[in-house]
């Protein structure tokens, strides 16, 4: 096997000094009747050029050379090279959480650059070294916001991404939150009226997303108000890392939970991505997650060590602020080096060259069909409801390898033919010119017509 | 003093680097976007008040200084590729590199997760053989691959539990840990709602039976138990301890920290094991990254099949691959769409490079590298359980601490020796724990020279114990205040 | 070691002075080493005696803390929260709260200097 490095004479050598005969005396401890005795029913062993092909054939048969036009918390953005250039060496990809600090100075600085550039660009005081994903990050920040103010129920908006809001439900059960939904207005934002009756004084936290899942940019401050006259808290989920570099950060949050993928980090079927937490000083030590500090060793030089290890499992374990033990440190490099790369002008150049796509799809869609929510401002992502369903016209664009907008009613049963598309610098005015040919073309066939095609895909309808 | 000699390393010149932003200056950039083929926008006539007026100390670098700096960097810490890592619990073995490129294979790294099943099939494949691989290793009958990290495993499987046990008209109250367990689990079973209850180890650093029966009752919902334990002692009595378990109706869940233990050898399924999370990132080579992304599939016994969470993978009537969302009696969602993906291919690319020879010869050398450096310093460290050990040992500092050094001097001074130290302080049942697992990927030379070092700072503490006490000596860095971090926490870079 | 005699201690290592302030003992402190943070409930707080009230922390560790005696939070060591080190270098002085104490016939279950100083040496000796 090409990954061990022994001959059969070390193995036997080996065996000698410790002073056994064969290798299985050592699995002795094992009872013999759980022993396996056969071979695992698994593929054989492959040669490298065999794992190759196989892996390219299932690449093939995945949609591959297809543009898209789909978001939704998953966001095509051009990645530079030097993101894997650098990312591949053995000394990042191949080293172990950073607990013995003068052996892993490099992730350990690293991780205090990266969370210095995420409190800069959310307008926090400071940031975690990174979640899982945006999903849990929002559920872990409801968490905090309950241990914070001891009080245990959160509002949360409709237009939060319905699996992030899937992934709270099924945390919030167990640590009985009550979940209370606010809906949205015919602007796609948060109904402020429905949100000032739900926020009360048992209330922690008021849980939105902005720009919202239909790419909707809330009224943080208004919202913010409502929320802390009841002495709650305000947490704002930012799923579109990009709009950072252009859309104001939710300045009046108490805890921003951020799904950074957009920053570098390859879509790769949904993961692995890169949650984050961002907050005010003055919670730091009831946020999860790892925090590098800076400090000096016994000769005064600067160093970075993990710190505030206190609110973690290993040693609070069943007090914990979370269970939580790995981070995404090799995700967070991504997006460490993306935001470098880009930088203080870049990453404003590139959120307005979103911003110009988008501002040209949504002016084109909006002469054959109609795009909703279009009294509010929007980054990225826009929807369109057009007369037949949108299973049936993404049918259609795939013959043009153009996957459509996602059809809404995935998870919004009401929204009926409406779906939700998203335009990125990648999006060339070619590719949306087709698809706005393909919906137009629709529209003048088939007005009226709503029956559900054969293309529909499974529906998810968050609890 | 003797003259101790490190035939692993040697000092060189290591570059200086300062923190990003002090490289930064107006004007430098490291990007070009292509021309606009659309119009330009008035942002601030789209966006109002919510345009962003600054990005405040965000950097300005070139290319050049970018790649310099990570470099510089990445230079400053170790890794499995400048040598062996025999962090005990880790398993930091060797992460291939056909892993890393199939894993960027345009088609995969660029699949959206919500584009239609159609142009899916592929990846839906990945997801299932690799499913069916991992049931087979296990023994077990279904599993999830949705969990984003072994911690978030163990919930997703107390979850299942939980919910098997509604389903029987009581969800009970506890979960029963050892006291050897690692800290994940009580935090888990705390999250979950579950009061944790202590359980003792016996004199051999194994469960003890006798106390599990007096504690085990109808209020118990499982046994959450790691197997290999952290001590690396194999439970003996696992089909006993499950017995017991399930006399009662409660469950047993398995800890899969220590599966590389048991790969191609048993199967926890077959030894009364319900419930068991993976951790991708140990026992199937995907890479730590300086501490993730990791990967935690749950694997299940058919009874708590109902409440896997949703979406799970099916096959469809005309044979091609779907997800399936109607599960009335699932947990729900624990992460958004499916999983760590990219962790998948790679996890199944270093499956198909060994095949059932090479897993099973994996095991085999992990636990023969272990007992031959137990083998080896057996004498010169306590070792505190005579317990056969399995893929990893565990001494103490018992004999060096009477000079007054204990295992974290010990391990900052192997690092001079060119070896990343091993686990300390853990697991908790052992005072002044050296917690050491190498792994199948040392090569006997790599074996010898460890074992070496690890005999020399014996030596260095008989002769100059405050000498081991000062180390290290050769990093860039000296030890660092932890203290003044922690009191006045500086979390941030700011322009002064 | 010698402690104080003006006021009383418990097994759990606090003191707690006779108008009802409260912190830990120089035993205590030395064994938890450099102190990096002490959380303190809110004035106003109800403590009920041997429950715990809040938690100190070194780098590597987190220990409870308990009430001596019941009690209503009056005021808290704001002191502490930029300068934790303080309870080391002086634990019988960093005082960490005062209470109203509920009732005052509960200091006469509590441990006397001579009777903690005792316990300690007697803990160590295991």
């Given at each position: 096997?090409?990954?061990?490095?022994?001959?059969?004479?070390?193995?036997?050598?080996m065996?000698?000094?410790?002073?056994?005969?064969?290798?299985?005396?050592?699995?002795?401890?094992?009872?013999?009747?759980y022993?396996?005795?056969?071979?695992?029913?698994i593929?054989?062993?492959?040669?490298?050029?065999?794992?190759?092909?196989?892996?390219?054939?299932?690449?093939?048969?995945?949609?591959?050379?297809?543009t898209?036009?789909?978001?939704?918390?998953?966001?095509?953005?051009?990645?530079?090279?030097?993101i894997?250039?650098?990312?591949?060496?053995?000394?990042?990809?191949?080293?172990?959480?950073?607990?013995?600090?003068?052996?892993?100075?490099?992730?350990?600085?690293?991780?205090?650059?990266?969370?210095?550039?995420?409190?800069?660009?959310?307008?926090?005081?400071?940031?975690?070294?990174?979640?899982?994903?945006?999903?849990?990050?929002?559920?872990?920040?409801?968490?905090?916001?309950?241990r914070?103010?001891?009080?245990?129920g959160?509002?949360?908006?409709?237009?939060?991404?319905?699996?992030?809001r899937?992934?709270?439900?099924?945390y919030?059960?167990?640590?009985?939150?009550?979940?209370?939904?606010?809906?949205?207005?015919?602007?796609?934002?948060?109904?402020?009226?429905?949100?000032?009756?739900?926020?009360?004084?048992?209330?922690?936290?008021?849980?939105?997303?902005?720009?919202?899942?239909?790419?909707?940019?809330?009224?943080?401050?208004?919202?913010?108000?409502?929320?802390?006259k009841?002495?709650?808290?305000?947490?704002?989920?930012?799923?579109?890392?990009?709009s950072?570099?252009?859309?104001?950060?939710?300045?009046?949050?108490?805890?921003?939970?951020?799904?950074?993928?957009?920053?570098?980090?390859?879509?790769?079927?949904?993961?692995?991505?890169?949650?984050?937490?961002?907050?005010?000083?003055?919670?730091?030590?009831?946020?999860?997650?790892?925090?590098?500090?800076?400090?000096v060793?016994?000769?005064?030089?600067?160093g970075?060590?993990?710190?505030?290890?206190?609110?973690?499992?290993?040693?609070?374990?069943?007090?914990?602020?979370?269970?939580?033990?790995?981070?995404?440190?090799?995700?967070?490099?991504?997006?460490?080096?993306?935001?470098?790369?880009?930088?203080?002008?870049g990453?404003?150049?590139?959120?307005?060259?979103?911003?110009?796509?988008?501002a040209?799809?949504?002016?084109?869609?909006?002469?054959?069909?109609?795009?909703?929510?279009?009294?509010?401002?929007?980054?990225?992502?826009?929807?369109?409801?057009?007369?037949?369903?949108?299973?049936?016209?993404?049918?259609?664009?795939?013959?043009?390898?153009?996957v459509?907008?996602l059809?809404?009613?995935?998870?919004?049963?009401?929204?009926?033919?409406?779906?939700?598309?998203?335009?990125t610098?990648?999006?060339?005015?070619?590719?949306?010119?087709?698809?706005?040919g393909?919906?137009?073309?629709?529209?003048?066939?088939?007005?009226?017509?709503?029956?559900?095609?054969?293309?529909?895909?499974?529906?998810?309808v968050?609890? | 003093?003797?003259k101790?000699?490190?035939?692993?390393?040697?000092?060189?010149?290591?570059?200086?680097?300062?923190?990003?932003?002090?490289?930064?200056?107006?004007?430098?950039?490291?990007?070009?976007?292509?021309?606009?083929?659309?119009?330009?926008?008035?942002?601030?006539?789209?966006?109002?008040?919510?345009?962003?007026?600054?990005?405040?100390?965000?950097?300005?670098?070139?290319?050049?200084?970018?790649?310099?700096?990570?470099?510089?960097?990445?230079?400053?810490?170790?890794?499995?590729d400048l040598g062996?890592?025999?962090?005990?619990?880790?398993?930091?073995?060797?992460?291939?590199?056909?892993?890393?490129?199939?894993?960027r294979?345009?088609?995969?790294?660029?699949?959206?997760?919500?584009?239609?099943?159609?142009?899916?099939?592929?990846?839906?494949?990945?997801?299932?053989?690799?499913?069916?691989?991992?049931?087979?290793?296990?023994?077990?009958?279904?599993?999830?691959?949705?969990?984003?990290a072994?911690?978030?495993?163990e919930?997703?499987?107390?979850?299942?539990?939980?919910?098997?046990?509604q389903?029987?008209?009581?969800?009970?109250?506890?979960?029963l840990i050892?006291?050897?367990?690692?800290?994940?689990?009580?935090?888990?079973?705390?999250?979950?709602?579950?009061?944790v209850?202590?359980?003792?180890?016996?004199?051999?650093g194994?469960?003890?039976?006798?106390?599990l029966?007096?504690?085990?009752?109808?209020?118990?919902?499982?046994?959450?138990?790691?197997?290999?334990?952290?001590?690396?002692?194999?439970?003996?009595?696992?089909?006993?301890?499950?017995?017991?378990?399930?006399?009662?109706?409660?469950l047993?869940?398995m800890?899969?920290?220590?599966?590389?233990?048991?790969?191609?050898?048993?199967?926890?399924?077959?030894?009364?094991v319900?419930?068991?999370?993976l951790n991708?990132h140990?026992?199937?080579?995907?890479?730590?990254?300086?501490?993730?992304?990791?990967s935690?599939?749950?694997?299940?016994?058919?009874?708590?099949e109902?409440?896997?969470?949703?979406?799970?993978?099916?096959?469809?009537?005309?044979?091609?691959?779907?997800?399936?969302?109607?599960?009335?009696?699932?947990?729900g969602?624990?992460?958004?769409?499916?999983?760590?993906?990219?962790?998948?291919t790679?996890a199944?690319?270093?499956?198909?490079?060994?095949?059932?020879?090479?897993?099973?010869?994996?095991?085999?050398?992990?636990?023969?590298?272990a007992?031959?450096?137990?083998?080896?310093?057996?004498?010169?460290?306590?070792?505190?359980?005579?317990?056969?050990?399995?893929?990893?040992?565990?001494?103490?500092?018992?004999?060096?601490?009477?000079?007054g050094?204990?295992t974290?001097?010990?391990?900052?001074?192997?690092?001079?020796?060119?070896f990343?130290p091993?686990?300390?302080?853990f697991?908790?049942?052992v005072?002044?724990?050296?917690?050491?697992?190498?792994?199948?990927?040392?090569p006997?030379?790599?074996?010898?020279?460890?074992?070496e070092?690890?005999?020399?700072?014996?030596?260095?503490?008989e002769?100059?114990?405050?000498?081991?006490l000062?180390?290290?000596?050769?990093?860039?860095i000296?030890?660092?205040?932890?203290?003044?971090?922690?009191?006045?926490?500086?979390?941030r870079?700011?322009?002064? | 070691?010698?402690?104080?005699?003006?006021?009383?201690?418990?097994?759990?290592?606090?003191?707690?002075?006779?108008?009802?302030a409260?912190g830990?003992?120089?035993?205590?402190?030395?064994?938890?080493?450099?102190i990096?943070?002490?959380?303190?409930?809110k004035?106003g707080?109800?403590?009920t005696?041997?429950?715990?009230?809040?938690?100190?922390?070194?780098?590597?560790?987190?220990?409870?803390?308990?009430?001596?005696?019941?009690?209503?939070v009056?005021?808290?060591?704001e002191?502490?929260?930029?300068?934790?080190?303080?309870?080391n270098?002086?634990?019988?002085?960093?005082?960490?709260?005062?209470?109203?104490?509920?009732?005052?016939?509960?200091?006469?279950?509590?441990?006397?200097?001579?009777?903690?100083?005792?316990?300690v040496?007697?803990?160590?000796?295991?």
């Amino acid at each position: 096997m090409r990954y061990l490095p022994k001959s059969a004479g070390d193995r036997a050598a080996m065996l000698k000094a410790i002073g056994i005969r064969s290798v299985d005396d050592l699995f002795s401890p094992i009872p013999a009747e759980y022993r396996l005795t056969r071979d695992l029913a698994i593929p054989r062993q492959m040669a490298e050029s065999e794992i190759v092909d196989w892996f390219k054939q299932r690449a093939k048969e995945n949609g591959e050379g297809y543009t898209s036009f789909l978001g939704a918390g998953a966001y095509s953005h051009y990645r530079p090279v030097v993101i894997d250039a650098l990312v591949q060496r053995g000394e990042f990809l191949t080293s172990y959480t950073p607990y013995q600090a003068e052996y892993a100075q490099g992730t350990l600085q690293a991780i205090f650059e990266f969370q210095t550039m995420i409190a800069e660009l959310t307008g926090m005081d400071l940031a975690n070294a990174s979640m899982y994903d945006g999903s849990t990050a929002a559920t872990e920040a409801v968490m905090m916001a309950c241990r914070i103010t001891g009080r245990n129920g959160a509002v949360v908006a409709r237009s939060v991404h319905p699996e992030y809001r899937g992934v709270l439900a099924t945390y919030a059960t167990h640590q009985e939150i009550p979940l209370r939904k606010i809906s949205f207005t015919s602007s796609g934002q948060i109904d402020l009226k429905e949100l000032d009756r739900a926020v009360d004084n048992d209330t922690a936290c008021v849980l939105l997303q902005s720009p919202n899942f239909f790419g909707t940019i809330e009224d943080v401050e208004a919202i913010a108000e409502i929320t802390h006259k009841r002495g709650a808290l305000l947490i704002v989920s930012i799923a579109e890392a990009v709009s950072l570099g252009i859309v104001e950060p939710p300045r009046a949050a108490d805890i921003v939970a951020m799904e950074a993928q957009s920053f570098g980090v390859p879509l790769g079927f949904g993961g692995p991505y890169c949650g984050v937490l961002a907050t005010k000083d003055k919670f730091v030590r009831q946020m999860p997650g790892r925090l590098a500090g800076q400090t000096v060793d016994k000769n005064g030089k600067r160093g970075f060590v993990l710190t505030l290890a206190t609110r973690e499992q290993h040693i609070r374990r069943e007090k914990a602020t979370s269970n939580i033990c790995t981070n995404q440190a090799l995700v967070a490099l991504m997006v460490n080096i993306f935001m470098t790369v880009y930088g203080k002008v870049g990453l404003r150049e590139l959120a307005k060259q979103n911003l110009a796509k988008t501002a040209y799809a949504t002016g084109q869609f909006s002469k054959t069909a109609k795009v909703l929510f279009s009294d509010a401002p929007c980054f990225n992502e826009f929807v369109v409801e057009t007369s037949e369903d949108p299973y049936a016209i993404n049918a259609r664009l795939l013959g043009h390898k153009i996957v459509g907008g996602l059809p809404l009613k995935k998870f919004y049963p009401e929204f009926g033919n409406a779906a939700l598309w998203c335009c990125t610098e990648l999006t060339t005015r070619s590719t949306i010119d087709t698809a706005v040919g393909l919906v137009a073309e629709s529209e003048r066939s088939v007005q009226g017509n709503d029956a559900r095609t054969k293309d529909a895909e499974p529906e998810e309808v968050t609890r | 003093m003797k003259k101790h000699t490190t035939r692993k390393a040697t000092r060189h010149i290591s570059q200086n680097e300062g923190l990003i932003f002090e490289k930064s200056s107006p004007g430098k950039a490291a990007w070009k976007l292509p021309p606009l083929d659309v119009p330009e926008v008035d942002t601030s006539k789209l966006l109002g008040s919510s345009e962003r007026k600054t990005l405040g100390s965000m950097p300005e670098v070139s290319e050049i200084e970018i790649i310099r700096h990570f470099t510089r960097l990445s230079t400053w810490n170790y890794a499995i590729d400048l040598g062996m890592y025999p962090l005990g619990s880790c398993t930091m073995k060797y992460n291939p590199r056909v892993n890393e490129f199939v894993s960027r294979v345009e088609g995969l790294a660029n699949a959206h997760p919500y584009q239609p099943e159609k142009i899916s099939q592929g990846a839906l494949r990945i997801l299932k053989t690799l499913s069916d691989c991992l049931i087979e290793i296990t023994g077990m009958d279904a599993i999830t691959l949705q969990p984003a990290a072994g911690a978030q495993g163990e919930l997703t499987g107390l979850l299942m539990m939980r919910a098997y046990h509604q389903s029987q008209g009581n969800a009970r109250k506890k979960i029963l840990i050892p006291d050897s367990a690692h800290g994940t689990n009580p935090a888990t079973a705390a999250t979950v709602g579950y009061a944790v209850e202590n359980l003792k180890s016996n004199d051999r650093g194994m469960v003890d039976v006798a106390a599990l029966a007096a504690q085990m009752n109808e209020d118990v919902a499982a046994l959450m138990v790691t197997n290999p334990n952290t001590l690396g002692v194999f439970e003996q009595k696992i089909h006993k301890i499950a017995g017991l378990l399930h006399e009662k109706g409660g469950l047993l869940y398995m800890d899969g920290a220590n599966m590389n233990a048991l790969v191609g050898k048993a199967r926890p399924g077959d030894f009364g094991v319900d419930v068991m999370h993976l951790n991708l990132h140990k026992t199937f080579s995907t890479p730590h990254g300086g501490g993730g992304p990791g990967s935690g599939p749950v694997a299940i016994k058919k009874i708590l099949e109902p409440f896997l969470p949703m979406p799970i993978v099916i096959t469809k009537p005309d044979g091609t691959l779907g997800f399936e969302y109607n599960r009335p009696q699932s947990v729900g969602r624990v992460r958004a769409f499916y999983g760590n993906f990219g962790m998948f291919t790679r996890a199944l690319a270093y499956i198909f490079a060994n095949g059932p020879d090479g897993l099973r010869q994996t095991t085999e050398d992990a636990v023969l590298n272990a007992n031959y450096i137990r083998k080896g310093l057996e004498g010169v460290y306590d070792l505190p359980y005579e317990t056969p050990s399995m893929h990893e040992v565990v001494f103490s500092d018992k004999v060096q601490s009477k000079k007054g050094v204990r295992t974290m001097d010990l391990a900052k001074r192997l690092i001079d020796y060119g070896f990343h130290p091993y686990t300390t302080a853990f697991p908790l049942i052992v005072p002044g724990a050296l917690m050491i697992e190498p792994t199948e990927s040392e090569p006997l030379e790599e074996l010898d020279l460890f074992i070496e070092a690890m005999k020399s700072i014996a030596e260095e503490v008989e002769e100059d114990p405050q000498f081991v006490l000062d180390a290290p000596h050769n990093t860039r860095i000296s030890r660092l205040d932890e203290t003044a971090a922690a009191r006045k926490p500086i979390l941030r870079w700011k322009r002064e | 070691m010698s402690y104080p005699t003006d006021r009383k201690y418990t097994k759990e290592h606090e003191w707690i002075t006779p108008d009802g302030a409260i912190g830990i003992t120089n035993h205590a402190q030395d064994s938890l080493g450099d102190i990096v943070f002490v959380d303190l409930p809110k004035v106003g707080t109800e403590l009920t005696a041997g429950k715990p009230f809040g938690t100190v922390e070194s780098v590597k560790a987190v220990s409870d803390l308990f009430a001596p005696v019941s009690g209503t939070v009056t005021a808290t060591n704001e002191e502490l929260a930029t300068s934790p080190e303080k309870v080391n270098k002086d634990a019988h002085g960093a005082w960490m709260l005062k209470i109203k104490i509920k009732d005052p016939s509960e200091l006469n279950a509590l441990l006397s200097a001579a009777d903690y100083d005792k316990f300690v040496s007697e803990e160590a000796g295991h």
